[in-house]
C-alpha cells in the first residue's frame, strides 16, 4: 500500500526521491518522507503529514548522493508527523522506510522497550530500526540480515546508516524491484519511479537482502550469496506521464482502444494455452475491480464456451472450506489482479495451491508477486495505471479474460473482438453531460443492468463512489424491487443498461417501475432505440454492436460518466480519498 524508493549514486539523493514518491503516491498519500546520508555524516530526515504536492520539502537540508522515501497509507498508527516514515533507531543513526506490516511488532516492541529503546511513533514499523540498532556495529547488511530473523509478517525494507556507506533492502511479501543505472542504483516498491532513470531492473525475491552502492548490487538469500537476472522493462516513460490530460483517469480512459487492441493480440504462452484447454471448470479470484472483470468472464465463459466459473471475492475464498475432495476435477483457479500485488489475491492463489489446484494469473505487471505464486501467466497490456480508479486494467482484464475465451472455444468470436478497439474508441466520443447533470446533485445513484450488463453495472458504481463520494450501488436489475425501492426518490437517480437482445424488453419494465417510485432514469442504449429514449429521463446512446462488445461501450460510457461527475464536483480525482491503488494488506 505504501510506496518505498531508494537511491544511491553520483547525484544528489533528496530531489530524485521526491519525484519518485510523487510517481508512487497512488500507493498511499497521507504522509511522507526522506532521509538522506550527507556527505559530512550522520542522516538527514524530513517527513510530514498530508501529500507531498501539498507541503513544501525542505530539501536543503537533505544533502547527499544516498537516501530513502516513503509515502504512506496509515495502518498502525493516525497519519501524523511522528507517524510518517522513515523511522529511526534511539541514536538517530539508521533510517528506514517499510511497505508491509510486522505482524509480531507488540511484542518485539516490549521486549526492546524492556532492554532500554525508546519508541517515537505507534507504528509497527519502528521496531525494524531498534532491532537493526541492536545488531549494528558497523555492517549494516549483517544487521539487516539478523534483525528480519525476527520479524513476521510482510516487509519491503530499505535502510541507511550513518555508518555504513551502503543502501540495504530486504525483501518480503511487499514488492520491490531494483534499478540499474550507470554509476547509481535504485530500489523501490514498483516500475513507475523508475522508468525516467533506467530500463534496467531486478525483481527481488522474497527472502532477499540486497546491498546497494552506486557500482552494483549484492545479493543474499538464507545466508547465501545468490545472483538475479537484469531485466528491460517494457514500460515506456510517457506512459506515467500526462501527455496534456487533465487528469491520469481520463488519460487511461482514452488509452483503452490501445489497451484493448495490445492485449487482445499478446502472445499466449504455451503454458497459458495448455492450462486453459485442460480446465473442466474454473474458479476466479480477484478483489475491487478485478473481480467484476471475473463476473464479466463467468458470463461469458458460461453463455459461450459452457464452461462452468466460479467467481470469488479473495478475501473470501481464503477462509471458505477448502473445495470438496474430487469435486475440483480438472479445474483451474485463476487470479485476476492489476498490480498482482494484492493481499487477498495473492493469499486465495496460495491456497488453491496448497489444495493442489492448478493457477493462472491475469496481470499487468511483470515481475509482480502473482506472477511468482501461479504457474503461468498472461501479461496484460495497458502500462502503468497511475489513477487509483481502475479503468484501463479492468478494460485489459476484460480483453486478456476474452482472449482466453478464444482460446477455450476456438475462434468463432475472434473477428467479433478484433472491432472491439473501434467500438471502444466510438464509445469515448459519447456525451454524457446530461447525465452529470443529474448525478452531480444526487444523494445516491442505483446502476442496474441484467446478465453480463450487471457486473458492468457493478463496476460503474464502484467508479461513481471511488471518485466523486456520491452513494452509488450496483444491482441486477430485478433484484431492485427487493428492498431497495424502499429508497428510490427524485433524490436517487438510476442508470440503466439497456442494450438489445433478450433482456431489453424486461429492462424496459423495470425502468418504468422505477419511475412510477419517482426515480429519474438515465437509460444507456444503442442509437436509434426509440423505446428506450422515450420512457427515460436522459438517454445516452452508444453505436449498436454485438453484445459482448457492448459490454465494453457501456463501461466505457460509465466510465466517462463517473469522471465527469467528480469533475462537476471538483474532487480529486486520481487520489480519491481514503483509498490507495495497491492494497497489500488483508
Ligand atoms: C484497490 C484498487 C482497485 C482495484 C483493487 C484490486 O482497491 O483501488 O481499483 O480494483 O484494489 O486490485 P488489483 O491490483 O488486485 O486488481
Known sequence: MCGI??????????????GGLRRLEYRGYDSFGVATKPDDGGIAVFKKSGRISENECALDDLSGHHGIGHTRWATHGIPDDRNAHPHMDCRDEIAIVHNGIIENFAHLKKDLEGRGHTFRSDTDTEVVAHLIEEHFSGDLFEAVRMAVKDLEGTYALLVIAGGDGRLIAARNSSPLVLG???????????L???????????????????????????ICHAGKAVTRGVERVAWRLDDVHLGGFAHYMLKEIFEQPQVFFETFRAPVSDAVAHAVSRADNISVVACGSS?????????????????????????????????????????LVVAVTQSGETADTLAALKQAKAHNLRTLAITNVPGSSVTRIADSTYLMRAGPEISVAATKSFIAQLAACMRILTRLCGNSFDEVISRAHIAIGEALLTDVSDAVAICASAASVFFVGRGPFYPAALEGALKMKEITYIHAEGYAAGELKHGPFALLTPDTPAIALCMPGATHGVMLSNIKEMKARGAPVIGVGVKGDAELAEVVDVFIPVPETEEVLQVLTATVVLQLLAYHTALALDRDIDKPRNLAKSVTVE
Open 291 to 331: 473481480y467484476h472483470a471475473g463476473l464479466t468472464f463467468a458470463y461469458l465463459a458460461e453463455s459461450l464456451c459452457g464452461l462452468p466459473v466460479r467467481v470469488w471475492q479473495a478475501s473470501e475464498y481464503r477462509y471458505y472450506p477448502p473445495p470438496l475432495p474430487g469435486s475440483a476435477g480438472a479445474g
Open 192 to 218: 513507475a519511479p523508475l522508468l525516467e532513470h533506467t530500463e534496467r531492473v531486478i525483481f527481488l525475491e522474497d527472502g532477499d537482502i540486497a546491498a546497494l552502492s552506486p557500482g552494483g548490487v549484492e
Open 180 to 190: 540499474v543505472g550507470d554509476g547509481e542504483m535504485f530500489a523501490a516498491s514498483d
Open 5 to 18: 524508493i531508494g537511491y544511491t549514486g553520483r547525484r544528489s539523493a533528496a530531489g530524485l526521491i521526491i
